[in-house]
């Protein structure tokens, strides 16, 4: 199998539309993740940060941009009209096993707990799903 992935007509091929909405619910998806509402305490208990911890706007820049980079990495991957399901299954691929694994790794070198790994994890998985979710669904 060939795999031409920076060509200038794959990236033509790409829906956008897709990784943009992909990217804006998975931040959206971030900002719900580690707020009060859900993660935000234990997280930042786990952490070892402070709960009133309020980033500047060139982290949530950054981390938008981030996030675009990954939308636009898995529409690559997929390809121009990937299906739902193939689209769900790749995507909890990047976000389980790829992304969960390699911070485990830096998790556990790090000494950093099972509830962090867990509450980073769960959000890595969360927001590839939503990703994968637009990009299935935008062909």
């Given amino acids: 199998m060939s795999v031409n992935i920076l060509s200038v007509e794959l990236l033509s091929e790409i829906n956008w539309f897709a990784v943009l ?3 804006l619910a998975a931040y959206a998806f971030g900002a719900l993740w580690y707020s009060p509402l859900l993660f935000l305490r234990s997280w930042s208990l786990a952490a070892n940060l402070n709960d009133k911890l309020s980033p500047g706007p060139v982290v949530f820049a950054s981390g938008f941009l981030l996030t675009l980079l990954a939308a636009t990495a898995l529409a690559v991957l997929l390809g121009p009209a990937p299906q739902l399901w193939d689209s769900l299954i790749l995507s909890l691929l990047c976000g389980g096993a790829l992304i969960c694994s390699s911070i485990g790794v830096n ?18 998985i969360g927001r590839f799903l939503l990703i994968g979710l637009a990009l299935g669904l935008g062909h």
Avoid: E
């Fill in 21 to 23: 909405t992909g990217t």
């Fill in 107 to 124: 998790y556990l070198f790090a000494g950093r707990s099972l509830r962090l790994w867990l509450i980073d994890g769960g959000f890595q």
